[in-house]
């Protein structure tokens, strides 16, 4: 089968969250299950800066109309683990300083979205299905089916779209959407376009897809109310039946502690009970607080209120109140940071925090932590807590989500399924119960490292996820 993702961001070249993993991760599995994957992507300069040695092959320009301009895209080609990459380079669109949040991004990715579609057919590849993400290529449904530049072309090639955020709904005017995409504005004067007076991609998307995914399946029920939506849920809910929650993965290579070049000791599950133990003593010693057998509660994360960092505080207070330590690496909102570091004074030689991003130490944090504090206010999939598992740190999380779909939280009765601790009420004496009970078992450590053996145990792999894609794509080709 021939896939392509075409997608604003993938790993390993351009990065602002987790769609990048999504798509190179997937990408990579279903190389593996022997599909033919191709992965086209903005030539941002970012990606220039950061691989001045990439060495892309130059495949053609292709010139095209937007509303009373031409733009010309030179299309690059890479072969990489497998998957052939073709990166849209024009300067004026992608020779930025970051990937978004510009004023003219619906032109921008109109633009990339229409060299996408026209690369495909001057090349002759005729695709299977084209696995399209979020609002940025949100359009691309209608354009094969509408324009009549492309639908014979593309006439037996479906698509599947992923929603990954709703609250990004690429809204533009109906007129430039006309001009952009060459669509009548007959088509696009439609209440399954529209929103509010202008047309939003991402509803387009949604309503002109083949199939629709998001990335766990208790986000996909989110995605179904007013609140989850963003606005969009009556268009959600009229494909309710295309629709689908499929849980992300994480990499077993990176994240692998029998092997992880950057954690202090390596273990698996035969020896995680002798040898985790001492990368809990180098964390401890990397912020250069005393080493003891006190368990250590930490958090990984962006510094937002949508992490739910009023709990993670006190859920903090309350382990280091009983005695534990509190490990913190992140950067976000200002004053989220502030409220992080005054914990330092509050609980002196009990508290390490880190604002700023270190990959190194986020790998010692997943090793050496015993907790892992996860309790978001929304998390559509979440890896943090995958990750977590992986190294038998166990998660604290509220059931929202992909946390919902990932955690099985210890409740006295269910020991041979947990493998963390959860709540569903955005309430802070629920996490403080959570956290007393995860002390609690700490000092029952059969029972802490049966819970451990547990979350190692859990089965994140790409290649689980993967399959329900395949699955998914054959059901429509």
Same mark, same amino acid.
């Given at each position: 089968m021939k896939i392509a993702m075409i997608t604003s961001e993938s790993n390993p070249f351009a990065k602002t969250g987790g769609l990048a993993d999504v798509v190179y991760a997937l990408s990579r599995e279903l190389v593996k299950m022997k599909e033919e994957v191709y992965i086209v992507l903005p030539y941002y300069r970012l990606i220039k800066i950061k691989h001045p040695n990439l060495k892309v092959e130059f495949v053609r320009k292709i010139s095209l109309r937007l509303g009373w301009r031409y733009q010309d895209a030179d299309v690059y080609k890479l072969n990489h683990e497998g998957i052939t990459f073709y990166f849209i380079d024009n300067e004026f669109y992608f020779g930025r300083e970051s990937l978004y949040s510009y004023g003219d991004d619906d032109e921008r990715f109109a633009f990339f979205t229409r060299a996408s579609v026209e690369l495909f057919k001057q090349l002759n590849i005729k695709l299977d299905l084209i696995h399209l993400h979020d609002w940025q290529v949100g359009m691309l449904p209608l354009l094969i089916k509408h324009n009549g530049e492309y639908v014979d072309f593309y006439k037996n090639t479906k698509t599947v779209l992923t929603i990954h955020n709703p609250a990004f709904q690429g809204v533009l005017d109906v007129f430039r959407a006309q001009e952009f995409y060459h669509l009548t504005y007959e088509l696009l004067d439609n209440y399954h376009f529209k929103f509010y007076d202008s047309v939003s991609s991402l509803k387009a998307g949604i309503y002109a897809a083949d199939k629709l995914t998001t990335v766990s399946p208790t986000h996909a029920l989110e995605l179904q109310t007013k609140e989850g939506a963003k606005g969009l849920e009556h268009v959600i809910l009229s494909r309710k039946d295309d629709f689908s929650g499929i849980l992300n993965g994480i990499d077993y290579e990176e994240f692998d502690p029998s092997k992880d070049p950057l954690i202090a000791k390596n273990y698996s599950k035969t020896d995680f009970k002798q040898n985790k133990v001492e990368n809990h003593d180098a964390l401890l010693k990397r912020f250069n607080l005393p080493i003891s057998d006190a368990p250590i509660f930490a958090i990984v994360t962006r510094l937002t209120w949508q992490k739910g960092v009023d /709990?993670?505080?006190?859920?903090? $207070?309350?382990?280091? @109140? @009983?005695?534990?330590?509190?490990?913190? /690496?992140? &950067?976000?909102?200002?004053?989220?940071?502030? !409220?992080?570091?005054?914990?330092?004074?509050?609980?002196?030689?009990?508290?390490?925090?880190?604002?700023?991003?270190?990959? +190194?130490?986020?790998?010692?944090?997943?090793?050496?932590?015993?907790?892992?504090? !996860?309790?978001? /206010?929304?998390?559509?999939?979440?890896?943090?807590? !995958?990750?977590?598992? $992986?190294?038998?740190?166990?998660?604290?999380? @509220?059931?929202?989500?992909?946390?919902?779909?990932?955690?099985?939280?210890?409740?006295? &009765?269910?020991?041979?399924?947990?493998?963390?601790?959860?709540?569903?009420?955005?309430?802070?004496? +629920?996490?403080?119960?959570?956290?007393?009970?995860?002390?609690?078992?700490?000092?029952?450590?059969?029972?802490?490292?049966? /819970?451990?053996?547990?979350? !190692?145990?859990?089965?994140?792999?790409? &290649?689980?996820?993967?399959q329900s894609y395949l699955k998914l794509y054959k059901s429509i080709v």
């Amino acid at each position: 089968m021939k896939i392509a993702m075409i997608t604003s961001e993938s790993n390993p070249f351009a990065k602002t969250g987790g769609l990048a993993d999504v798509v190179y991760a997937l990408s990579r599995e279903l190389v593996k299950m022997k599909e033919e994957v191709y992965i086209v992507l903005p030539y941002y300069r970012l990606i220039k800066i950061k691989h001045p040695n990439l060495k892309v092959e130059f495949v053609r320009k292709i010139s095209l109309r937007l509303g009373w301009r031409y733009q010309d895209a030179d299309v690059y080609k890479l072969n990489h683990e497998g998957i052939t990459f073709y990166f849209i380079d024009n300067e004026f669109y992608f020779g930025r300083e970051s990937l978004y949040s510009y004023g003219d991004d619906d032109e921008r990715f109109a633009f990339f979205t229409r060299a996408s579609v026209e690369l495909f057919k001057q090349l002759n590849i005729k695709l299977d299905l084209i696995h399209l993400h979020d609002w940025q290529v949100g359009m691309l449904p209608l354009l094969i089916k509408h324009n009549g530049e492309y639908v014979d072309f593309y006439k037996n090639t479906k698509t599947v779209l992923t929603i990954h955020n709703p609250a990004f709904q690429g809204v533009l005017d109906v007129f430039r959407a006309q001009e952009f995409y060459h669509l009548t504005y007959e088509l696009l004067d439609n209440y399954h376009f529209k929103f509010y007076d202008s047309v939003s991609s991402l509803k387009a998307g949604i309503y002109a897809a083949d199939k629709l995914t998001t990335v766990s399946p208790t986000h996909a029920l989110e995605l179904q109310t007013k609140e989850g939506a963003k606005g969009l849920e009556h268009v959600i809910l009229s494909r309710k039946d295309d629709f689908s929650g499929i849980l992300n993965g994480i990499d077993y290579e990176e994240f692998d502690p029998s092997k992880d070049p950057l954690i202090a000791k390596n273990y698996s599950k035969t020896d995680f009970k002798q040898n985790k133990v001492e990368n809990h003593d180098a964390l401890l010693k990397r912020f250069n607080l005393p080493i003891s057998d006190a368990p250590i509660f930490a958090i990984v994360t962006r510094l937002t209120w949508q992490k739910g960092v009023d /709990l993670i505080i006190a859920g903090a $207070r309350k382990a280091l @109140r @009983r005695g534990g330590y509190f490990i913190a /690496l992140g &950067s976000g909102e200002y004053e989220v940071e502030q !409220m992080l570091n005054n914990l330092i004074n509050e609980f002196p030689g009990q508290v390490g925090i880190y604002i700023g991003y270190s990959n +190194e130490l986020a790998h010692l944090i997943y090793a050496g932590a015993d907790f892992f504090f !996860m309790p978001s /206010l929304f998390e559509p999939c979440g890896i943090g807590q !995958m990750i977590a598992c $992986r190294y038998g740190t166990l998660p604290i999380v @509220r059931y929202t989500g992909g946390l919902k779909d990932t955690i099985i939280g210890y409740d006295g &009765s269910n020991v041979k399924k947990a493998n963390g601790f959860g709540f569903f009420d955005y309430d802070v004496s +629920e996490i403080e119960k959570q956290t007393d009970l995860a002390l609690d078992t700490y000092e029952n450590k059969p029972l802490l490292q049966k /819970l451990q053996l547990n979350a !190692m145990k859990s089965d994140f792999t790409w &290649s689980r996820s993967a399959q329900s894609y395949l699955k998914l794509y054959k059901s429509i080709v």
